[in-house]
């Protein structure tokens, strides 16, 4: 078969089958360039097949492609939509996640949770006895006379030290104090008295 022939064949085909296979795949896939492109495909493929195959019943070989690329097209498009459905969901689950994280949020808690973890900090980098005699006095309510006779100092030697551990803290916690300002003078007495009271206006000096 010539070229000529076979594109005078293939004009005959497109001619007879396209409108009715464009309105077959149309009446499933309602997407009007989708079912353009599929049924110009399937007619394409039954052309190449045909010059084989003399014998084939035309429309029965054509409704079989267009029903195969249809279905190939619906089968991709079920499984993308799954994709994107699980996507969302996932999105759906984090966003909830969120929500409920933010909607659980407690500022003051945090806030005094940041404040004690600094304060420990701040402590464990003090010279041991002037740890342990900071500690006695504010966590075990020692007085300085109490605290000199444990261990063995003189009373100005434990005012000494406590005097050094609170200029210390005071300088820990110099950069919050602006954001402290920002709490209630409860919230605030609250924080730092999670340590001791008695600290609480020792620090603000």
């Not at 097949?49 to 089968?75: C, G, S, V």
């Not at 966003?95 to 973890?117: A, T």
Request: hydrophobic share 40%; proline share 3%; aromatic share 10%.
């Amino acid at each position: 078969m010539s070229v000529l022939e076979r594109k005078n064949t293939f004009n005959e085909i497109y001619t007879a089958y396209y409108r009715r296979s464009f309105l077959f795949v149309r009446s499933y896939i309602h997407d009007p360039m989708t079912s353009e492109d599929i049924a110009s495909e399937s007619l394409i493929k039954l052309w190449q097949y045909l010059p084989d195959h003399p014998e084939i019943n035309i429309e029965l070989f054509l409704l079989t492609i267009l029903k195969n690329k249809a279905l190939d097209y619906l089968r991709h498009e079920q499984t993308k939509q799954r994709a994107l459905k699980h996507l969302e969901e996932t999105h759906q689950r984090e966003l909830d996640l969120r929500i409920s994280s933010l909607q659980n949020c407690d500022p003051d808690q945090i806030f005094s949770k940041e404040i004690l973890y600094l304060i420990n900090q701040t402590l464990d980098s003090l010279p041991e006895r002037t740890r342990s005699i900071f500690k006695m006095s504010r966590f075990e309510n020692l007085t300085n006379r109490e605290i000199a006779d444990k261990i063995g100092l003189s009373v100005k030697d434990v005012e000494y030290h406590m005097s050094k551990s609170l200029k210390i803290l005071r300088i820990a916690l110099k950069d919050y104090l602006p954001v402290l300002a920002f709490f209630s003078n409860d919230a605030f007495q609250r924080i730092l008295s999670l340590i001791n009271p008695v600290f609480t206006d020792n620090l603000m000096k």
